[in-house]
């Protein structure tokens, strides 16, 4: 689903923010990427993403050369990739319900179908009571929440998590991870980015290691 | 498979105008979330329309005058000393059968004397004059449609050709310097509208290009999510739509407020002239040529602030 061939992300300056990174993601696969920070995690989220372009090699996503994407084209691309922050990035001056409807807005879906996607994609999270409140209104875990709803609404093949649980307590962390779980057991290929250890060191999936933006250790467990 | 997942969306057709409905919808929420900063921005740019605006429309009256004093040009023919009356009348037949000619009034030279006399400190002197040394004249009033210096001037050469005319006189002067003062009052109003406009696009420009800081968070989280930049661009569009119509709709209520205050000692101020005038304000057409150019204005100033915009961020 997602192959990276010696991709490179050199920044302005030299400085390499990736270093010939290699790796294959499998359909369905849910796999973590560790590393301490700024050894290019999130810098791997953004070139899947499209955020960023690579200095140099392949990625290909869905079977798409991301190389040969053109600009127009990009936003199409990115539709098909649910994208969940550290901070969950909600506008704050939008109900929840107008939150998680923002991708099927884009997209163009009917009204009765918006309705029914964003309810069930609620009640997935644990939240179907909460549409018509404010992201003030929730605490950190439901705001995290609400964000992972937003993506999986619009039912994206490909989920990116970029240190999801970073502001959350073990608990809530742990409630959340449950989630993503859940969410690949029902065929999301899902990538996320976290420095806990302890938190997916028990989880039977696949650790990606990066290490100054080198790919020092890649084992399936 | 691909039915199912049309079935789901709106019809391209429909999703169109839903789209730009809900971006309506947007920029007028982000109008409303500062309500006086908006009010005072649409009051700005209602005073920049409505100034150039106002000068077009006083102008515009000043035409209508002076249309006014076109209609009551006269042309004297002074006729030949010795004239006898037959030949008068002859010519007075004439000239009322022309088609140019709404009306026609003679002077004799007795009645002329008589005026002069009146009017003048001279009177005993010329009492004693053994003949009257004063020609007969006709007081030529032009139809109301010729009202141009071109067609007035075409009539007074064509009349000065007649037999038994002496001397012809339209004092067309003073006409033409205010000819030339209007010409001149409407290219300064041409340059101080284009120089006002350029103001507004300013302010919309910068006004919308405030709002896209403000909304920084709102448009990379869209982008994230997959919206295309016109998706992004057009509640932004839709604001400085909304400022330049509002403000257009301002300056008009401005100007017509401002000549229907003028218009009752205008009026009189035109009666104490002989003249019947009314003040008039911005007519239909004027009207929404105002409110097309605010919106328009609007547009092309939001467009520019949030393509900066885009170029910045991308």
Redesign the interface.
């Known amino acids: 689903m997602i192959q990276f061939d010696h991709v490179t992300q050199r920044y302005p300056g030299g400085q390499e923010g990736l270093s010939q990174v290699s790796f294959n993601l499998a359909k369905e696969e849910m796999v973590f990427l560790t590393g301490h920070s700024g050894s290019g995690k999130t810098t791997l989220l953004k070139l899947i ?1 499209l ?1 960023e372009k690579p200095s140099c090699g392949t990625i290909i996503v869905d079977g798409r050369n991301l190389d040969r994407i053109s600009e127009r084209h990009i ?5 098909q990739i649910g ?1 969940i922050f550290q901070t969950p ?1 909600l ?1 704050t ?1 939008r109900s929840i319900f107008e939150n998680v409807s ?2 099927l ?6 009204p009765s ?1 918006m309705s029914r996607r964003v309810h069930a994609a609620l009640a997935k999270v644990g939240l179907e009571n909460k549409g018509g409140l404010t992201p003030e209104m929730l605490s950190c875990g439901e705001q995290q929440r609400v964000g992972i709803a ?1 993506a999986i609404v619009s039912k994206p093949p490909i989920l990116l998590a970029d240190e999801p649980t970073g502001n959350l307590d073990p608990e809530l962390s742990a409630e959340i991870m449950r989630l993503f779980v859940q969410l690949n057991q029902v065929g999301i290929t899902i990538l996320i980015a976290t420095h806990d250890v302890n938190l997916i060191g028990t989880l039977p999936y696949r650790k990606l290691t990066l290490k100054e933006g080198c790919l020092i250790n890649e084992k399936g467990e | 498979m691909m039915t199912a997942r049309k079935s789901l969306h709106i019809p391209r057709f429909l999703l169109y105008f839903f789209q730009h409905l809900q971006a309506i919808k947007l920029s007028i929420r982000q109008l409303s979330v500062e309500p006086l900063s908006s009010i005072m921005t649409f009051a700005v740019i209602g005073i920049a329309l409505a100034l150039p605006m106002g000068l077009f429309v006083l102008l515009q009256n000043v035409q209508t005058i002076t249309h006014g004093l076109h209609d009551t040009a006269q042309i004297s023919l002074y006729l030949n000393m010795n004239v006898k009356q037959k030949q008068i009348d002859n010519l007075l037949r004439v000239l009322q059968k022309d088609e140019g000619v709404a009306q026609v009034k003679y002077i004799s030279p007795q009645e002329a004397l008589k005026d002069f006399q009146k009017q003048s400190e001279f009177s005993d002197v010329l009492t004693e004059l053994k003949n009257n040394p004063l020609p007969g004249v006709i007081i030529i009033k032009p139809i109301k449609n010729i009202n141009t210096r071109a067609q007035i001037n075409y009539l007074f050469s064509r009349l000065k050709k007649l037999p038994l005319i002496n001397k012809a006189q339209l004092d067309m002067a003073w006409l033409k310097r205010l000819s030339a003062i209007i010409k001149l009052g409407n290219r300064i109003i041409y340059a101080v509208m284009a120089l006002f406009a350029f103001g507004v696009l300013l302010i919309i420009g910068n006004t919308i290009r405030l709002t896209t800081q403000r909304y920084q968070d709102e448009i990379s989280v869209l982008k994230f999510l997959g919206a295309t930049k016109s998706f992004i661009r057009r509640p932004f569009l839709y604001s400085g739509i909304i400022y330049g119509l509002v403000g257009g709709i301002i300056a008009w209520l401005l100007v017509d407020t401002t000549m229907w205050w003028l218009r009752n000692p205008a009026e009189q101020l035109s009666n104490l002239y002989g003249m019947h005038f009314q003040l008039q304000g911005l007519n239909l057409s004027s009207t929404l040529v105002l409110l097309i150019s605010g919106s328009l204005l609007g547009y092309l100033g939001s467009w520019i602030a949030v393509g900066k915009h885009h170029h910045r961020h991308s």
Request: proline residues 10%.
């Open positions: 993403a955020l936003p199409d691309m990115r539709r994208l990035q506008l001056d923002l991708p807005v884009i997209e163009g879906y009917r179908e937003r």
